[in-house]
């Protein structure tokens, strides 16, 4: 969750577009957006699965988009402007994530074992 907390403040400080109110409220989200990741993507990729042989996987990257946006319509303060903020915020978000997977760190054991 940290590591969601820390990639939200920095895309909120690159891309103008997202904002959030204050520190509970950039937790708040990446509480949520932590949530989202584990219950409700993988169910989404699942019933997506056959789009996604289609589109090569493409139609993933919109179900990681809309996990931000659940993420800014639930979390009150917490916010993402336009739709090219939000795809920007969404590749940024995936590349902290990929870089993770692979340097060393605490959060590898446990990123791995998912």
């Known amino acids: 969750m940290l590591a969601n907390a820390v990639v939200l ?6 891309l103008g577009g997202v904002k959030f109110d204050g520190v509970i ?11 989202l990741n584990t219950i409700l993507k993988p169910l989404l990729k699942l ?6 042989a289609i589109t090569l996987g493409l139609v ?6 809309l996990m931000l946006v659940l993420t800014a319509a639930i979390v009150d303060g917490f916010s993402i402007h336009g739709i090219v903020t939000l795809f920007w ?3 940024m978000v995936w590349v902290v994530n990929y870089v ?3 340097v060393p760190g605490p959060w ?3 990123r791995r074992n998912k």
Do not use: Q, S
Not at 9 to 14: D, E, F, M, N, Y
């Open 9 to 14: 403040a920095v895309v909120a400080l690159i």
């Open 25 to 35: 409220d950039l937790f708040e989200a990446a509480a949520l957006f932590a949530v």
């Open 47 to 52: 019933v997506t699965l056959p789009i996604a």
């Open 60 to 65: 993933w990257f919109g179900v990681a988009m």
């Open 89 to 91: 915020a969404t590749v």
């Open 100 to 102: 993770l997977d692979f």
């Open 108 to 110: 590898r054991e446990k």
